[in-house]
């Protein structure tokens, strides 16, 4: 590992939170060349190291970064497993769309996750995903069985952005013709 690469993960890790910051800006702004970078700093020994890169690779992540992310959603930190949902879920802080199933991946974690901090962020995802009949499901179910009360109510909201959202087009014909033609809109505005 060279220098320059172990001196980014010593601030990464840091007391000081303006060391921390300036490294995290400093990998910001080295954009794509960072990646090599963040794929290794996400296997870091040190939690808060690997918590910053996956939360750089919402920002920077390109296809080398998806099997760090798939690990860090399983990490033994919470910090890093939030930041790792935040990551996955986010499409507005990318330029590229992942190639992850991401509605299975925040699902998995809204049932499987040990913190609740951790459930409601993927819960909160869950709601900003182009509309899934699995996502509509698992919130349902949610804010059906659900003790906790901060999730339920995410929950109802993410429900409602899923309910808002438009019917995927059919495989042919003028429906998908018109869907396509909505997104370039949507996406030149
Ligand atoms: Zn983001």
Not at 137 to 164: F, M, P, W, Y
């Amino acid at each position: 590992m060279n220098s320059n690469v172990d001196r980014y993960f010593l601030a990464l890790d840091s007391e000081v939170w303006a060391i921390r910051e300036k490294a995290f800006t400093g990998l910001f702004n080295e954009g794509s060349r960072a990646v090599a970078t963040l794929v290794t700093g996400a296997a870091h020994n040190r939690p808060r190291v690997r918590a910053a890169c996956v939360a750089l690779m919402d920002h920077l992540a390109d296809e080398r970064c998806c099997e760090s992310l798939e690990q860090a959603l399983h990490d033994a930190s919470p910090l890093v497993r939030r930041h790792a949902v935040h990551a996955v879920g986010c499409q507005r802080c990318k330029l590229q769309p992942l190639s992850i199933d991401v509605v299975a991946a925040l699902i998995e974690r809204v049932l499987n996750d040990s913190s609740p901090r951790v459930r409601r962020v993927a819960i909160h995802q869950l709601g900003l995903q182009p509309r899934d009949a699995r996502a509509i499901q698992v919130l349902k179910n949610v804010i059906a069985e659900s003790q906790d009360t901060g999730l339920v109510s995410r929950a109802r909201h993410a429900l409602c952005l899923q309910q808002a959202t438009a019917e995927p087009p059919d495989a042919n014909g003028l429906a998908a013709a018109s869907w396509m033609m909505d997104r370039t809109v949507v996406a030149s505005l």
